[in-house]
């Protein structure tokens, strides 16, 4: 089983057992760490993406820190001596690569198994010395609204608007 993750802005492929270098990850030596935002999980040649990664992680450890290869950085104007050097070594932190676990749904628990609370207690009405509830006063119903006056009847159609007489007139 195999996972897409992405760490420090990069993608990695991860196996369990794979120690990868990603930027650095503040935490001390043998932290465990959680990826989630996933983008492929393969489980024995079946790929899963989009909704099926909800629940996928990949489990990792933090196993050291080192300094990556250095970087040469050479700034250079023709004709007016100016030359500029500078370096750049970055930091990685070296991760193990513990488990890749789809997060598959648990069995469903049976409602059997484990009686509830309400199921034990007896019902209030029963309850020594308790006073019956009192009925709770019904919401009262909302006044229907008046209907509309048929003033959508006087109104015009809403095809072409009427024109005055004396343009009928002409016509």
Same mark, same amino acid.
């Given at each position: 089983?195999?996972?897409?993750?992405? %760490?420090g802005?990069?993608?990695?492929?991860?196996?369990?057992?794979?120690?990868? !270098? =990603? !930027?650095?990850?503040?935490?001390?030596? $043998?932290d465990?760490?959680?990826?989630?935002?996933?983008?492929?999980?393969? $489980? $024995?040649?079946?790929?899963?993406?989009?909704?099926? /990664?909800?629940?996928?992680?990949?489990?990792?450890?933090?196993?050291?820190?080192?300094?990556g +290869?250095?970087?040469?950085?050479?700034?250079?104007?023709?004709?007016?001596?100016?030359?500029k050097?500078?370096?750049?070594?970055?930091?990685?932190? /070296?991760?193990?690569? !513990?488990? =890749?676990? /789809?997060?598959?749904?648990?069995?469903?628990?049976?409602? !059997? @198994?484990?009686?509830?609370?309400?199921?034990?207690?007896?019902?209030?009405?029963?309850? +020594?010395?308790?006073?019956?509830?009192?009925?709770?006063? +019904?919401?009262?119903?909302?006044?229907? @609204?008046?209907?509309?006056?048929? %003033? %959508?009847?006087?109104?015009?159609?809403?095809?072409?608007?009427?024109?005055?007489?004396?343009?009928?007139?002409?016509?």
């Amino acid at each position: 089983m195999y996972a897409v993750i992405k %760490a420090g802005g990069k993608q990695q492929r991860v196996k369990p057992g794979d120690v990868i !270098e =990603v !930027e650095l990850m503040h935490g001390q030596h $043998d932290d465990r760490v959680t990826f989630t935002p996933l983008l492929v999980v393969d $489980d $024995d040649g079946k790929a899963h993406v989009g909704k099926d /990664l909800g629940r996928a992680t990949v489990k990792a450890k933090l196993v050291g820190e080192h300094k990556g +290869e250095k970087v040469k950085i050479l700034k250079y104007r023709p004709k007016t001596g100016y030359v500029k050097r500078q370096g750049h070594r970055q930091m990685y932190t /070296l991760v193990e690569i !513990e488990d =890749v676990s /789809l997060g598959r749904r648990a069995a469903p628990k049976k409602a !059997e @198994a484990e009686p509830t609370a309400e199921a034990e207690a007896p019902p209030e009405a029963e309850v +020594e010395g308790a006073q019956p509830k009192a009925p709770e006063p +019904e919401a009262a119903p909302e006044p229907e @609204a008046a209907p509309e006056p048929e %003033a %959508a009847a006087e109104r015009e159609p809403a095809g072409e608007p009427e024109q005055p007489e004396e343009a009928q007139a002409e016509a």
